[in-house]
């Protein structure tokens, strides 16, 4: 008996197997940041959905999480849908995070007493699948409970997004430590930029990207997120990541 492997009917076979899998969520979808320089640094030219990421705060930011919070509501600003925000320290201000694009009308709130609740509801949260993001504050982030978080993500397509507080200066270190987060982020707060007139300017920020899978690392100086969740590169920063200056700068 013969058999006919047609092209039509294996493509068909395969996207039902697809489907049973999930396969639909798994695709390789990115949120860009619209800011070349940035977007460039990242496979697929923006961060990836299904995957998690990690922020925390440079300097004095490793205990308040405050531009670390900003960065990460931006980023869940430019998504679409509802954000679950677990935390266990009842300090977010609403207000700040509706300045970066993130109103609160769009964000359901999840406030445990310890952190295993924060993991717990995370992952319930990115297994759902009908969020744009969830979002998690949290001071220590294990291999196994980030691998946990990574797989619910991949499985739903959902983004994931971990903001690490610690509680002194010194448990900052931790950030060290290896996770299963496919991204890593610094954000630091650098001196607001220079008005004509009296007032304070844009808030601006130092961004690091310390930890990319299949990527390099990166630093960039940005101005800190709008109303629409959008960063912008400063001039400064844009100089720096320009191999041409880079040369002049060896060779002078």
Known sequence: MSRVHSPRVIEELRDRIAHLEGGAAKKSVVLPFGVREMDERLPGGGLAYGALHEVAGGGSGTVD?????????GIAARS???VLWCLTRPDLFFPAIAQAGLHPDRVIFCEGDKEEDVLASMEEGLSFGGLAAVVGELVRLPMVA??????AAEKTGTMGLVVRRWRRQTEASDFGNPTASTTRWRVSVLPSEELPVAGVGRARWLLELMRVKAGECAEFEIGACDAKGRVCLLPSSRHRQDPAAWRGNRAS
């Open 65 to 73: 999480g405050a531009a670390a919070a900003l960065f990460a509501a």
């Open 146 to 151: 980030s691998r946990r978080l990574q797989l």
């Open 80 to 82: 679409k849908g509802k």
